[in-house]
C-alpha cells in the first residue's frame, strides 16, 4: 500500500527527484529498526508521521531521523532477530545506495527528517555490506553536502579502514555485541563470532579514536540482547564497564529480548522492562559515577534486585551508618549519594569555597533533594529532623 500523506507531500512540496518506489517502500516498511537505537534514549524514541522517521535524542539535541536498513535480506541466522535468514514473514526489500541516499536528501530538503540512522542485513559478507552503507553515507556527504546528524551501523567482520571511513563520515558509530560473552553470543547469534567480527571491530573504531588526526570523530556505541539466554547482570555490567574503560565507548545500550515469531526463540518470555531500567541506572553509574562492578549488590544468582535503585540499595547498606559528610566529602563520596549527581555535586564543591555550608536551605538552594537526607551530615551533625524543609520529602 502507497502511504497517500507521503505521495502528497513528495508531490506537493518539492520536485520529486527519487522514484516514488524508493519512499513509497521506506515508509511502508515503517520503523524497521526499531530495536535498534539511533539516539540517547532509546525508551523515548518516537515515530512520527512518517512510519520511516523517528524522533530521538542526539549528542546535537533532539532530531526526526531516517532510520532503516539498506536491506532487510540477511543471511545470517540470529535467534531473536526479525531479519534472520529464512524467516518468510520478513518481506525483503533492498535498496542501492544511490536510492537511499537520494531518499534522504528528498526527505531532508522537505523538512522531514534531520539525520539519517543507517544499517543493513547482511548480503556477501560484513565487507560488502559495509561498502554499501559507505557508499550511501559518502553520496549523502558529498553529491547532497548534508553536513548534519549521521549514525551508521559497522557490520561485523568490518575491515580497519572500513571503521576508520565510516568515523570520519559519521557523528556515531555503533556495532552490537549482542551477547555479553562469547558463551552468550553463541546461542543467540551462532554465526556471529564475538572476538573476531565484533568486539575487533569495537577495537578498530577505540583506536581510531584515540589516534585520530581529524577535528572531529564519531562517538562509538553498542547494544546488547537483554533476557533471552540466561545472561546474567553481573555478566552485562562488567562487560559494560570493561567498554567504557578500555575502548572509551561512549554508550551501552541493553535491548530487552522480545520474541519473534518464527524464530527459534518464539517461545520464550519477553524479559522485564523493571531489569532493562535497572541495568541502565547500572550503566551510568559505571560511565559517570566512577562505580565498578564490585559496588553493586547483585543477588546469588548474578542479578541486581529489581526493585531498588541500585544506588539506593547501596546507600541503604553502606551510608545510613556512615553518612558522608556534604561540608568535608570530595566529589567521588559525594556522588555515592541519591539525589546527588554530577551537577548538584559539583555545586557543593563550589559553594564551599565561598561560604561555609551551616543549614539546610543552603543545601536545598544547591539542588539536594529530601531522598539524599538521611544519607548525609552537614558539618557532623544529622539532619532528619528538618525535613520539613524539603516541600517533596519523601518518606
Ligand atoms: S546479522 Fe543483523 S540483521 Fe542479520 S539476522 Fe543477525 S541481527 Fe538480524
Same mark, same amino acid.
Not at 541519591?338 to 563550589?350: N, Q
Given at each position: 500500500?502507497?502511504? /497517500?500523506?507521503?505521495?502528497?507531500?513528495?508531490?506537493?512540496?518539492? *520536485?520529486?527527484?527519487?522514484?516514488?518506489?524508493?519512499?513509497?517502500?521506506?515508509?511502508?516498511?515503517?520503523?524497521?529498526?526499531?530495536?535498534?537505537?539511533?539516539?540517547?534514549? +532509546?525508551?523515548?524514541?518516537?515515530?512520527? @508521521?512518517? *512510519?520511516?522517521?523517528?524522533?530521538?535524542?542526539?549528542?546535537?539535541?533532539?532530531?526526526?531521523?531516517?532510520?532503516?536498513?539498506?536491506? %532487510?535480506?540477511?543471511?545470517?541466522?540470529?535467534?531473536?532477530?526479525?531479519?534472520?535468514?529464512?524467516?518468510?514473514? %520478513?518481506?525483503?526489500?533492498?535498496?542501492? #545506495?544511490?536510492?537511499?541516499?537520494?531518499?534522504?536528501?528528498?526527505?531532508?530538503?522537505?523538512?522531514?527528517?534531520?539525520?539519517?540512522?543507517?544499517?543493513?542485513?547482511?548480503? &556477501?559478507?560484513?565487507?560488502?555490506?559495509?561498502?554499501? /552503507?559507505?557508499?550511501?553515507?559518502?553520496?549523502?556527504?558529498?553529491?547532497?553536502?548534508?553536513? =548534519?546528524? $549521521?549514525?551508521?551501523?559497522?557490520?561485523? =567482520?568490518?575491515?580497519?579502514?572500513?571503521?576508520?571511513?565510516?568515523?570520519?563520515?559519521?557523528?556515531?558509530?555503533?556495532?552490537?555485541?549482542?551477547?555479553? %560473552?562469547?558463551?552468550?553470543?553463541?546461542?543467540?547469534?551462532? &554465526?556471529?563470532?564475538?572476538?573476531?567480527?565484533?568486539?575487533?571491530?569495537?577495537?578498530?573504531?577505540?583506536? /581510531?579514536?584515540?589516534?585520530?588526526?581529524?577535528?572531529?570523530?564519531?562517538?562509538?556505541?553498542?547494544?546488547?540482547?537483554?533476557?533471552?539466554? =540466561?545472561? %546474567?547482570?553481573?555478566?552485562?555490567?562488567?562487560?559494560?564497564?570493561? $567498554?567504557?574503560?578500555? $575502548?572509551?565507548?561512549?554508550?551501552?545500550?541493553?535491548?530487552?529480548? *522480545?520474541?519473534?515469531?518464527?524464530?527459534?526463540?518464539?517461545?520464550?518470555?519477553?524479559?522485564?522492562?523493571?531489569?532493562?531500567?535497572? @541495568?541502565?541506572?547500572?550503566?551510568?553509574?559505571?560511565?559517570?559515577?566512577?562505580?565498578?562492578?564490585?559496588?553493586?549488590?547483585?543477588?546469588?544468582?548474578? *542479578?541486581?534486585?529489581?526493585?531498588?535503585?541500585?544506588?539506593?540499595?547501596?546507600?541503604?547498606?553502606? @551510608?545510613?551508618?556512615?553518612?558522608?559528610?556534604?561540608?568535608?566529602?570530595?566529589?567521588?563520596?559525594?556522588?555515592?549519594? #541519591?539525589?546527588?549527581?554530577?551537577?548538584?555535586?559539583?555545586? /557543593?564543591?563550589?559553594?564551599?569555597?565561598?561560604?561555609?555550608?551551616?543549614?539546610?536551605?543552603?543545601?536545598?538552594?544547591?539542588?539536594?533533594?529530601?531522598?539524599?537526607? +538521611?544519607?548525609?551530615?552537614?558539618?557532623?551533625?544529622?539532619?532528619?529532623?528538618?525535613?520539613?524543609?524539603?516541600?517533596?520529602?519523601?518518606?
Amino acid at each position: 500500500m502507497i502511504c /497517500i500523506r507521503t505521495k502528497v507531500l513528495y508531490n506537493e512540496c518539492m *520536485n520529486v527527484h527519487v522514484k516514488p518506489d524508493t519512499l513509497t517502500q521506506l515508509n511502508r516498511l515503517g520503523n524497521i529498526t526499531q530495536h535498534e537505537p539511533a539516539g540517547d534514549h +532509546p525508551q523515548r524514541e518516537t515515530p512520527s @508521521l512518517l *512510519n520511516c522517521v523517528s524522533h530521538v535524542t542526539t549528542p546535537q539535541g533532539k532530531k526526526a531521523v531516517l532510520k532503516t536498513m539498506l536491506t %532487510t535480506a540477511c543471511e545470517r541466522n540470529c535467534h531473536y532477530c526479525v531479519f534472520r535468514a529464512g524467516r518468510s514473514k %520478513t518481506e525483503r526489500v533492498s535498496f542501492t #545506495p544511490d536510492e537511499m541516499a537520494k531518499a534522504f536528501n528528498t526527505l531532508e530538503q522537505a523538512g522531514q527528517v534531520d539525520g539519517a540512522f543507517l544499517s543493513s542485513g547482511i548480503i &556477501k559478507g560484513g565487507v560488502t555490506t559495509q561498502d554499501k /552503507i559507505l557508499d550511501t553515507a559518502e553520496i549523502i556527504r558529498k553529491k547532497y553536502d548534508y553536513q =548534519g546528524y $549521521l549514525h551508521l551501523k559497522l557490520m561485523p =567482520g568490518a575491515e580497519y579502514d572500513q571503521v576508520h571511513r565510516a568515523m570520519q563520515l559519521a557523528d556515531r558509530v555503533s556495532i552490537n555485541l549482542e551477547g555479553p %560473552t562469547e558463551e552468550r553470543l553463541n546461542l543467540l547469534a551462532p &554465526k556471529k563470532d564475538f572476538m573476531k567480527e565484533l568486539l575487533e571491530v569495537l577495537r578498530f573504531a577505540a583506536h /581510531i579514536r584515540q589516534n585520530h588526526q581529524e577535528k572531529t570523530i564519531a562517538s562509538i556505541t553498542t547494544q546488547f540482547v537483554v533476557g533471552a539466554v =540466561g545472561d %546474567t547482570d553481573l555478566e552485562v555490567l562488567s562487560v559494560s564497564e570493561r $567498554l567504557y574503560k578500555e $575502548l572509551r565507548l561512549s554508550r551501552a545500550y541493553y535491548m530487552g529480548f *522480545n520474541p519473534v515469531e518464527q524464530t527459534p526463540f518464539e517461545n520464550l518470555p519477553s524479559s522485564n522492562d523493571r531489569r532493562i531500567l535497572r @541495568l541502565y541506572q547500572s550503566s551510568f553509574l559505571l560511565r559517570d559515577y566512577g562505580w565498578t562492578v564490585e559496588d553493586f549488590l547483585f543477588s546469588q544468582d548474578g *542479578n541486581l534486585p529489581m526493585d531498588h535503585d541500585p544506588k539506593i540499595l547501596w546507600a541503604n547498606t553502606y @551510608l545510613r551508618e556512615n553518612p558522608v559528610d556534604v561540608v568535608r566529602a570530595d566529589r567521588e563520596h559525594l556522588l555515592r549519594v #541519591p539525589g546527588i549527581g554530577r551537577k548538584t555535586a559539583d555545586a /557543593i564543591l563550589r559553594a564551599r569555597k565561598q561560604v561555609h555550608l551551616t543549614d539546610l536551605a543552603q543545601l536545598q538552594k544547591l539542588g539536594v533533594p529530601a531522598r539524599a537526607v +538521611p544519607y548525609i551530615l552537614l558539618d557532623g551533625k544529622k539532619l532528619l529532623v528538618q525535613l520539613s524543609l524539603f516541600p517533596s520529602h519523601e518518606a
